[in-house]
């Protein structure tokens, strides 16, 4: 069990203005005289050099410098500047190394360099992980040529590249699969079998053939000339290759999840991945619409985005007809989510192409055409074991946002400010999207396009769809500069602190959206019980208030302080806030509002006003 390690800090310093102003984000390659030289090693009991090892300094340009580590592992980089550097080294079958990383996942430690100086630093590299096994029909046979990708739980997008030509590995001829490299984290791990073509798969017993086999035969010895031909044998049951979790299970939430250590070899991870029963979700869409039969439906996966491989992916059999009667089949167990959309008065249905094939996306509405007027959505979540399910969805309006822009600050604005800027609303890691035919595998099904703001300031979007969405509002670089997007706030809430759920039916009015010129910073130093710098701990800021604890929110943040002990937190919403120190903490951990819970009575209120710059200098407490 791991042990949380939060330290206790003290403030040592009141808190007090500080008074500054933006910087130039913009990257130039400065000549200096300072030296940064080291050794990449491994982590080993007896640490060896690592020779090969690409190493990076980051903080002169924005793609860096890169030198390559000699056969004693030794680098350097010269003509320095004075300055903050990162020192990050990479290499096969290693975990990326920052330095002064305490652990492998964690972030590395900035280098502050004075004028002129020398400094020898020593990144430590640690071997990745390896998770190896066999994969294995029903009836004990290797599984040769099965694809088979190794996922982080913690990782939102882990499902939607698992299968991409980089993610995943190939059982051999005996079955067995090996992935290395893997950081130390949770993982689940996942095959997929190809069928020999697509849809169901009959299988019939041998005692069910031999059956109908020899019912066939007495029927034919008791034919009579001219009778009609006896009525076909009942349809076998349906099967198929859906992707398979170990320990064995086409259901995400069953699957096991293996967790390991850097370096740590695990083996023996075996599993059977045969097939499995499938079902037909049979439903039927209603709703105030010119012609049932225009209706789009998609489909979002529990788990794997499909389709992984031919035959493993539900099929839209029956598209919605003229009375809107639909029909999904090859449906293997698991949990599914059908959204249904329409443009009211749309006349004729609109199709994907019948051929097969399937299409990828990061943007846009779902894998399928842009769309113009209203948008009517329906949606439904059904869990399928085996056995077919029946059910209804009706249509409604999608949703629409409006509201206003405002500068709130004294900084000139720049022409054409408001024109330059437009609003979009879309799933927070992206949108992905998989068609083959009129099969439709996504993570959204929304209409929504991105607005402009209106000369006014003035804007509405139109046709959300249901689900999990944030709230985009990129700046041009000639905003960026000097103004942040400080809140977008629908009555109390601020739809940019983290995201948010759209369901059917709700509208979101006056919301108002503000660009501000006054940016937050909190900084300062954490020292140890002596005054000396503390860059081996992690400083984390949270909400005072659990109610703003939200996963994904903003207000949450973590840095690692410098060499010198300094941080720096910038654009922080105005709040309350609790500041801690922390020897160790998961990537992500921060995420979970138990764990905040635990750690807040170690913390360090700090109050920030709107646009207010505060130093708050920590030390660890005896």
Known sequence: MRVLRAAVIVAVLPLCAHAGQVRDGSAQVVQGQAIIRGIVVSTDERPQPIRRAVVTLGGLAPNGRTVISGDDGRFEFSGLPAGQFTVTATKAAYLRAPFGATRPGRPGTPVVLTADQVLEIRIAMARGAVVTGAVRDTDGQPVAGARVAVIDVHDPAGFD????????????????????????????????REAAGAGEIGRRTAAEADRLLAEFQQRRGRSIPGAPPPAPPPPPPSFSFAPTYYPGTPVLRDAARVRVAAGEIRDGLDFVAGAVPVARINGTVTGDVRNLAAVRLAMVLDGMRGPVAPGTSPVLSQAPDVEGRFSYSNVAPGRYR???????????????????GSVTSSSGGGGVPPVSGEQLYALADVEVFGQDVALALTLQPGSTMTGRVRFEGETPLPPNALASLRLSISPPGGTYSSSTGSTVITNTFTGAAGVSVNADGSFEVRNIGPGIVALNVPLAANLSSHWWLRSAMAGTVDLVDAPFEVALGTDFRDVVVTLSDRRTELSGTLQTPTGQPAPEYFILVFPASPALRVSGSRRIQSVRPATDGRFVIANLPAGEYLLTAMTDVMPNE?????????????GVTVILGDGEKKVQDLRIAR
Not at 177 to 189: C, E, K, N, Q, S
């Open 590 to 602: 921060w995420n979970d509002p138990k764990f905040l819970e635990r750690i807040a009575p170690a």
């Open 161 to 192: 590249r698992a299968f991409s030509s980089a993610q995943f590995v190939m059982t051999d001829d005996r079955g067995m699969y090996r992935a290395f490299g893997l950081a130390p984290t949770d993982y689940v791990i996942v095959t997929v």
């Open 338 to 356: 059908i959204i249904a959309r329409v443009t009211r008065g749309a006349a004729e249905p609109v199709r994907l192409p019948t051929g097969g």
